[in-house]
C-alpha cells in the first residue's frame, strides 16, 4: 500500500509529506485548496504525463515520491522483470520534473523510464476520477469490466494470439492478390537485384580484409623497412639482440655458481632468448612473405569500389548485403511462384480464421455466463447506494472478429420502475454516473490488481443519505485494500478512519498549501466546516460530534 507521498514545487505546494495508512482514508478542504494537486502528483509518480505548468512559480523543478510497503506479488514479479530487487517488500517511486520538460525517475534508487511507472502504476494504485464515470458513457468500456470479473485474461490471451495470427496471414493473402501488373514489375526489378547481388558475391567481413590488405599493399616500403630494422637489431652479425641476450645468461649461469640466488635470473634470460629467436624468426618470415603486387592492389581497390557502390545503391552495410540478396531471392520466389504460394496462403488464413473463431466462441461463452452475474452484483450494490429500483441489463451483439472478439456490450440501465433500459448515456446523472462506477469497483475489488484505490470526488452529484451509502461502501471496500478518497461530504469523511485536511495560506504574496492529519478535534471542526459553511455554529459541531460517535463507536 502506499504508506509516505512526498511533494515538493508541485504548483501551491511548496514541500509536503503525507503518511497513509491502511483502511480509508480521507482528504478534505475548501475548494482550490489543492485536493486536486495531491491527485496530479500521484498520476505524476505514476508516470503519467504532465505539463511544466505543474512546477511551482519560481521553481526550476518539481519532486515527488512515493513509498509502498508490502507491495503485492505482480509488483514484485515486475520488479525482477526489470532487474530490481525490492527490500523486504518495499518500494520507492521517485520522480523530478524540469521546467526544461524533462523528467528523471528512479525505482529503488535505480534510474528508470516513464514507461517502467507506468507498468508498475497497474499493480499499485487505481485511481477512480470523474472523468472514468463519464467513462461508462462509452460502451466499450463496459466488456472489460465483465472480462475483469469473469477472469478471463487467459482466454483473451489465448484468442489475441490466434487474432494477430489471422490478421498477419489475412494481409499477406491482400498482397498477393494486389494488381498484377504490380507483381510482374516487382519480379523485373527483383530480378536484376538479386543478379547484381549474386554475381557481386560479397562476403561477411571481405570489405574490412580488403581495407588490411590495401594498407599493407599501399606502405610497403615503410612495412618493409621496419621489418628489416627489427630483423637486423635481433639478428644482425655485430651484437645482435638474440646474442647479447644469450651472453648475459651465460655469465649470469656461471655467477650461479658462486651463489644461487643468481639462478633465476640465468634461467629468465634464457627463456628470454629463446622467445627472442622466436620473433626473429617470425619476422623473417614475414620479410620473405611480403612482396610488392601493384596488380593486385588495383584488383583490391576495384572490389571496394564495386562494395562501396552497392551499399551506397541498397543503403546499407557491406556485410549486410548477403543477407539482403538472400531476403530478395525469398520475396522473388513467392512472386514467381504466386499461383501455388497464394493457394496455400488462403489455406492457412481459412484455418487460421477458424481457430480464432472458435476461441472467440469460447470467450463469448465465458462473457455471457459471468455477465448476468456481474449485472446482478453491480446492481444490488447500486441498491445499496439510494438506487433500490435501479435495472441493469448486459445487452450483447455478435459482430465479426475484432481485437475484443466477437462480441459487443452494453450495460443497459434503468433507473426508475416501468422504464425499458437504455444506454447509460441517455438516462444516468452525474451522481448515478459516480454511485454505478463505485457499484463496479466494489464488484470488482476482489479482481483489481492494485493494494490502493483512488477515487477523486466520488460523490459527485449525491448528497444525504446517498452520501452516507457511499462512505459505507467505501468503508466496506477499505477491508479488502487501501482506500484514499477526495471528497466534500461530511458524510464520507465522519467514516474516514483516518482524515487529513488540505489547506492554504498566503504568506508574504505567496500561497502555500499543507495536509494535515486531524486528530479528533480537528475531525469535528472540518466536519462542521463542511456541514456549516462559513459560519460554523453550535449545532453545527454538535452534529459533528455525533456523525462521529456513531460511525466510530
Known sequence: MLQTLYIENIAVIEKCSIDFNSGLNVLTGETGAGKSIIIDAINAILGQRTSRDIIRTGAGSAFVSAFFDEINDAVHQKLLALGI????????LQRTLSASGKSTCKINGRPATLAMLRDLSTSLINIHGQHESYALFSPETHIDYIDSYGGTGALIDDYS????????LQKKLNEAESDESDRLNEIDLLSFQTKELFDADIQVGEEEALDTERTGLLNFEKISSLLNRANQLLSGED???????????????????YSAEYEDISNNLTDLYYNLRDCAESISDALD????????????????????????????LADELPALAEKMQTRLDELIHYDKNRGELAAACKTAKKEAEAAAAVLSEKR???????????????????????????????????????DKVELLISANPGETPRSVAKIASGGELSRMMLAIKTVLAGTDMADTLIFDEVDTGISGSAAEKVGLKLSEVSKE??????????????????????????????????VVPLDHSGRVSELARIIGGVSITEAAVSHA?????????
Do not use: W
Not at 651484437?239 to 655458481?257: H, I, P, R, Y
Not at 612473405?289 to 546499407?316: A, M, S, W
Not at 458524510?491 to 504568506?507: G, T
Open 545 to 553: 460530534e455525533d456523525m462521529l460517535r456513531i460511525y466510530h463507536h
Open 239 to 257: 651484437n645482435s639482440g638474440c646474442e647479447l641476450v644469450d651472453m648475459a645468461a651465460n655469465a649470469m649461469q656461471s655467477a650461479a655458481g
Open 481 to 514: 485494500c487501501q482506500v484514499l478518497c477526495v471528497t466534500h461530504q461530511a458524510q464520507i469523511a465522519a467514516l474516514a478512519d483516518f482524515h487529513y485536511l488540505i489547506r492554504k495560506q498566503v504568506e508574504q504574496g505567496r500561497t502555500f498549501t499543507e
Open 289 to 316: 612473405n611480403l612482396e610488392h603486387d601493384p596488380q593486385r592492389l588495383e584488383e583490391i581497390e576495384e572490389r571496394l569500389d564495386l562494395i562501396n557502390r552497392l551499399t551506397r545503391k541498397y543503403n546499407c
Open 161 to 168: 494470439e490466434k487474432y494477430k495470427h489471422y490478421i498477419i
Open 368 to 406: 455471457r455466463a459471468t455477465a448476468k452475474e456481474f449485472a446482478e452484483k453491480v446492481k444490488a450494490e447500486m441498491s445499496f447506494l439510494n438506487m433500490p429500483n435501479v435495472e441493469l441489463v448486459p445487452a450483447f451483439e455478435t459482430i465479426p472478429l475484432s481485437p475484443k472478439g466477437i
Open 85 to 92: 530487487e525490492d527490500e523486504d517488500g518495499t518500494l520507492l
